[in-house]
């Protein structure tokens, strides 16, 4: 073995040891509280007899404004987060959703016993403030006690070395312990509330309709996707999880809504990645009498409105690259952007036998079953789409990939569709919507052809949709945008896990 390999393994049994070590101490600390609360119980003072706590002020009030709070009386709650020990008297911090204080706990103000008790709390426990605000010598505004009750008991010790934990796999998995100890997450999490709430806004000031639609179908329509697939007892019937909110949505612009949207969770039976979660947050909006056009306009109208909203400018920096969302969205078909990153001109391209020889020469790998438009999707996909920085309009897709959009009149082998992409990902997909009811279902079938090859994300025929189509749909414009996609845009998060509480993961044994 190189004197490298013994190196290297030595690394390893250390790193096993220390973590043996560590939980080790976890365990054991973790026993000395169990005992601890033993104690408070058999003294009847456990702190879960305890219902509630009269919280009358939020931190950040009184770091914000000390000058109108000095001297005054407050009760704060929250968690102990650090302890300095002084003999007869204690600093602690205590922490909670709007920020975190210093609290100064003296003997002679919380008297002897209430001081020997909190003297025995740990670092985690959840404690409830009643005390004067002021500012140390020091400067630090602070809280200085006269009252403080244990409200509930942390039987298990946070994790010393969190900062900088380089398995955030952990992370993931117990988001409430990142939470706990380290705050930028939560901005993470307040800004998707944010942007859910002015997605919200926009709609509903350009006249649109919030709905709700079924999770649970018997078909799984929509979009090119793998559902999930469950067993409803009570019908006896087999049932899918949506896999998008295309088609009641599009019932509803049948059945006389102008202008709709729906904000929800879809879940998709496919692969996970920093792009990718099983389940996720999906917009959908459909609107009678306009078309694809009119749909970029309002999409890129909600973009540059959300990003200013939420962050007070346009440009953003994502990974260390600076996007402009304040500039007009650039625009270009799919075959002039293969024809610009792959150097291919597809327009020259007529047969199935061109497309698959091109495809050959430049290592783009295809299956039997593509057809030209499908191609020319996958020279899309491997040389154009990566380039796509600033927001940029994808138009004009091959019909083979858009079974629910109509045919561009001049070109029908294409459709009038976009999709939107920046930093290389897509971000929103839309058309003008297909309502011919005999075109939709000659799709269908062909879908089912593809299905029947060997496609598992083909779409399934839905007869209640085909047959709304046939009492009338007007002309339509949809969009679909994922919102964890925007959330981590808006973020700088990598993952998609970043912006989401509990992303999916396999449970560990």
Do not use: C
């Not at 010393?160 to 992370?171: A, F, N, T």
């Not at 962050?311 to 969205?329: A, T």
Request: aromatic share 10%; net charge negative; glycine share 6%.
């Amino acid at each position: 073995m190189t004197e490298d390999g013994i190196n290297s393994n030595q690394e390893i049994n250390s790193d096993a040891e220390q973590e043996q070590q560590e939980q080790e101490h976890l365990n054991e600390q973790g026993q000395i509280r169990r005992e601890k609360l033993q104690e408070l119980i058999d003294n009847d003072a456990s702190p879960y007899d305890i219902t509630k706590f009269d919280v009358d002020i939020k931190i950040n009030d009184i770091l914000d404004n000390f000058d109108e709070h000095e001297g005054k009386d407050v009760k704060i709650a929250g968690r102990m987060m650090n302890r300095r020990d002084m003999g007869k008297a204690n600093f602690i911090n205590i922490k909670n959703f709007y920020g975190n204080i210093q609290i100064y706990v003296k003997i002679d103000d919380v008297g002897e016993t209430d001081f020997a008790e909190f003297k025995k709390w740990d670092i985690g426990d959840i404690v409830g403030i009643s005390g004067k605000v002021f500012r140390t010598k020091r400067g630090e505004i602070s809280i200085h006690a006269y009252e403080i009750v244990l409200l509930s008991k942390s039987l298990r010790a946070l994790p010393e070395k969190w900062h900088g934990l380089k398995d955030v796999d952990i992370r993931y998995r117990k988001r409430y312990l990142d939470l706990i100890v380290n705050p930028e997450v939560k901005d993470v999490f307040l800004k998707r509330s944010k942007i859910i709430t002015l997605m919200r806004n926009f709609l509903d000031n350009e006249g649109f309709i919030e709905v709700e639609t079924p999770i649970l179908g018997a078909v799984a329509g929509g979009a090119a996707a793998r559902p999930f697939e469950t067993h409803h007892n009570a019908l006896d019937m087999d049932m899918t999880l949506r896999i998008s909110l295309e088609l009641y949505l599009k019932k509803l612009i049948v059945g006389g809504f102008d202008k709709v949207y729906e904000i929800g969770r879809v879940f998709r039976n496919e692969g996970l990645s920093v792009k990718h979660n099983p389940e996720y947050t999906l917009l959908e909006l459909y609107q009678a009498y306009t078309d694809y056009f009119g749909i970029m306009d309002l999409t890129e109208r909600m973009f540059k409105y959300i990003t200013f909203e939420l962050l007070g400018k346009y440009e953003i920096e994502y990974n260390g690259v600076i996007i402009d969302m304040g500039k007009p969205f650039e625009r270009m078909s799919m075959l002039d952007a293969v024809k610009k990153y792959a150097g291919v001109d597809f327009d020259l391209i007529k047969t199935l036998d061109e497309a698959r020889a091109a495809a050959d020469m430049h290592h783009v790998k295809y299956e039997k079953r593509h057809k030209k438009g499908d191609i020319l999707n996958l020279f899309f996909e491997e040389f154009a789409e990566d380039k796509l920085i600033q927001p940029t309009f994808i138009t004009g897709h091959p019909i083979e990939i858009s079974p629910f959009a109509k045919k561009l009149p001049e070109n029908p082998e294409y459709t009038e569709r976009f999709e939107i992409f920046i930093y290389g990902r897509e971000f929103g997909n839309a058309f003008s919507e297909l309502n011919d009811p005999i075109d939709q279902r000659e799709r269908f079938d062909e879908q089912l052809k593809n299905k029947q090859a060997g496609d598992d994300e083909a779409f399934e025929n839905d007869e209640d949709f085909l047959t709304a189509l046939e009492y009338g749909m007007p002309p339509t414009g949809g969009l679909g945008v994922g919102v964890d996609r925007l959330v981590m845009l808006l973020t700088d998060s990598y993952s998609i896990r970043d912006t989401l509480f509990f992303p999916t993961m396999k449970p560990k044994d």
